[in-house]
């Protein structure tokens, strides 16, 4: 009996470690594909054009396609927060439309949106894993460990930050009476492999086709008493900026579930697009999720002036919550990083404060807003910035978590 359940828990943690390399070889697609639609509808096409509007128009078409595609298949995936409450609340996550999910997760980030690719992924990689989960004999009695496994691994390819995929899903809370999610020692085990396994694939695929996935490293890390003392202000900074995001979010949830309400989501689609167009006509960087906007920052900032970094800055939380209430579905961790580098970098040009520093603790007292997860946004922030800043982040984060700002409401809906 004894040897029969050795057997059953060394073939279930195999069946973790070849799930996370199974979620990194999806992950790593996605993004590739992603990258390859981007590059052709916004390097290739335009190089042999010559068309003010251009973004105008693509991005209208984009909306256009979106709208019609959600129409047909009703295929709209969940915000990453969604995702995470639908497995741990009701132990199961649909599975009926994989590819309709992908595809509608694929369109708005190759058409430019300021969104995230977190969301759509975590949705289409749990719904695999229920269905596989089901059919597997080793894991079919332990599938809500599985799917914790899987959600670890999932966050851990899609940000490349093993660190954040395992800690991020324990610091998850449903409503104000439920405890946070707790792990035993067999959970920790198997989330660890999967997180592990899933890793190693990404590094062995971006070694092999010679490509990179993550967030960019910022350096200039001059931390003297006159960043100390700006310390604690530049958190509440950081955290009012994620209550400004939150704001947006409010307004325009209220603006689009009344166009969708009233015109069906095709016409909200469309708008949400001719929005982004236009904002990206004048200030390219608002548009797409904010990877290669991070690169473009470190090595020229200095073409900005501070004031308008913070400006480029709060129009992408305004932009993000346009595209995600319109009906352009995707996560907003990413853009909302970029948010806060920019935001942090004017307020460095401005106030002759250290660039990094400033970033830093801005974007971390954003995200601790938004997230309410403190340690979770440090790990997460350990892939731009240096692990002397890690105090500061965590302060940042925790005064942002602390912060009321009642968005719960708008989690658990489609609009």
């Not at 405890?179 to 660890?192: C, E, P, Q, V, W």
């Not at 209550?243 to 708008?271: D, M, P, R, W």
Request: contains cysteine; charged residues 15%.
């Amino acid at each position: 009996m004894y040897k029969k359940i050795l057997i059953n828990n060394i073939m279930y943690y195999l069946v973790c470690g070849l799930s996370g390399s199974v979620i990194a070889v999806i992950v790593w697609t996605f993004l590739r594909l992603m990258h390859i639609g981007i590059n052709l509808i916004w390097t290739q096409i335009p190089e042999s054009l010559n068309f003010k509007y251009y973004s105008l128009v693509v991005c209208a078409i984009g909306g256009l396609i979106l709208g019609i595609f959600q129409k047909l298949t009703n295929a709209i995936p969940d915000e990453l927060d969604t995702v995470i409450a639908k497995v741990k609340k009701d132990k199961f996550y649909p599975y009926d439309k994989i590819i309709p999910l992908c595809i509608s997760a694929l369109i708005p980030l190759i058409f430019g949106g300021s969104i995230g690719p977190e969301a759509g992924l975590t949705g289409v990689i749990v719904g695999l894993c229920y269905w596989a989960g089901k059919n597997m004999k080793h894991a079919r009695e332990r599938i809500p460990e599985l799917m914790n496994a899987v959600i670890s691994s999932s966050l851990s390819s899609i940000f490349y930050a093993p660190l954040f995929g395992l800690i991020a899903p324990t610091e998850e809370k449903f409503d104000n009476t439920e405890k946070s999610y707790s792990i035993n020692s067999s959970k920790m085990l198997s989330n660890f492999l999967a997180v592990l396994f899933s890793i190693g694939t990404l590094f062995f695929l971006n070694t092999l086709f010679g490509v990179s996935i993550g967030l960019p490293r910022i350096g200039d890390y001059t931390i003297t008493n006159k960043e100390r003392l700006w310390g604690i202000l530049l958190s509440i900074l950081g955290a009012l900026f994620g209550v400004l995001y939150t704001l947006f979010g409010k307004v325009t949830y209220i603006i689009f579930s009344k166009i969708q309400s009233k015109y069906g989501i095709i016409v909200s689609t469309i708008l949400g697009g001719i929005v982004l167009g236009i904002m990206g006509m004048y200030m390219p960087l608002v548009m797409f999720s904010g990877e290669a906007g991070i690169i473009e920052l470190q090595t020229e900032y200095q073409k900005y002036t501070g004031w308008a970094l913070i400006t480029i800055g709060t129009l992408k939380l305004l932009i993000t919550n346009v595209c995600i209430k319109s009906g352009w579905k995707g996560g907003h961790f990413f853009p909302v990083i970029f948010c806060g580098i920019s935001i942090g970098y004017g307020l460095a040009l401005l106030l002759n404060l250290s660039i990094a520093f400033c970033a830093a603790v801005i974007t971390a007292g954003l995200l601790g807003a938004t997230m309410k997860k403190p340690l979770s946004v440090t790990l997460l922030l350990l892939l731009c910035f240096d692990i002397r800043i890690v105090p500061w982040m965590l302060i940042a984060a925790f005064i942002g978590s602390v912060i009321p700002t009642k968005q719960e409401a708008l989690k658990d809906s489609n609009i």
